[in-house]
């Protein structure tokens, strides 16, 4: 930050009322208020670490840069004229402005404020987010997080129209050349049957085996919709026969359970589903597996705070995210 306010005291300008620039330094305001304040040059010019041929030279320079006289100086005290004064309640008020400036950036660089706006899909969040934001609001007490709950397709769209910074996705879904991806979860995907259904009594099935059955889905905007659904044709080889469709896993689960239906959800979720008229079935010979990310927008910039969320969430995701399975 010091560089940063050696800069700042280098390039500052102010454009006076009659035609032309003034440029003028915030030093020179800074030699000139200790001054004022010491009234004594050879006291100011020692508490700023220069000489006071060369302290004189700054003032006179700030002078003829206003056009106006500031100080009128006798062998052993210095007082300030009417321009001075002016001057002096001005340079003051810069001067101040300038640190809180100063104090307000550093703030945020070391997570003392600031914000995230991070995009969730509600399956997701119910799972993973309220440890993960705990945890991450525990060590960053001021940071505030603004938390949308949107569908895949929503956070993806939202990320790239800069209405939140930062999302999480699943990653066959989205574009790599529009986002920045951080994988945080990988997953098999697993089948619900009834405890009634000609599959209960079997450990493992295929894609082709549900050919013929009657699927419950999750609504289109969410990113498992068109995730199993593109396996469905292009490793069991048929277009699945959707009966119902919802945003809510544990809605899905119970009509698995009335008989209405199957369904392949995250191994997550199916463990938490409690009817036990409900039989997992592991899904065999496929790929398909749902693997979350943090994404944002490439090329755009990311606050201080949203950075060291990705941060937090990469280096902890292993206790984080994988321990409710536990």
Known sequence: MLFFLESLEKSFTLRKKQPGVLHMELRQLRYFLTVAKHKNFTKAAGLLHVSQPA????????????????????????????????????????????????????????????????????????????????????????????IKEYGAKKVAESILEGEIEIGVAVIQMISEEDFETYPIVEEDMVILVNDQHRLAKKASAALHELKNEEFIFYNEDFALFELVRQHCISEGGFEPNILFQSSQWDFMSEMVAAGMGITILPQSICNRVQNT??????LTETDLKWKLAIIAASGKYLSHASKAFIHFLMEGKKSLLHSHNQ
Not at 100 to 118: A, F, K, P, Q, Y
């Open 55 to 146: 302290l004189s030279k700054m003032i006179r320079s700030l002078e003829e840069e206003l056009g106006e006289k500031l100080i009128e100086r006798t062998n052993k005290i210095t007082e300030l004229t009417d321009a001075g004064k002016v001057v002096y309640e001005y340079a003051a008020n810069i001067l101040s402005l300038t640190e809180d400036l100063i104090h307000s950036l550093e703030d945020l660089t070391d997570l003392r404020r600031g914000g995230i706006s991070i995009g969730i899909p509600p399956i997701i969040g119910s799972l993973f987010f309220p440890r993960v934001l705990a945890a991450f609001h525990k060590k960053h007490p001021n940071i505030k997080v603004d």
């Open 277 to 282: 008229s409900v039989v997992q079935v592991k």
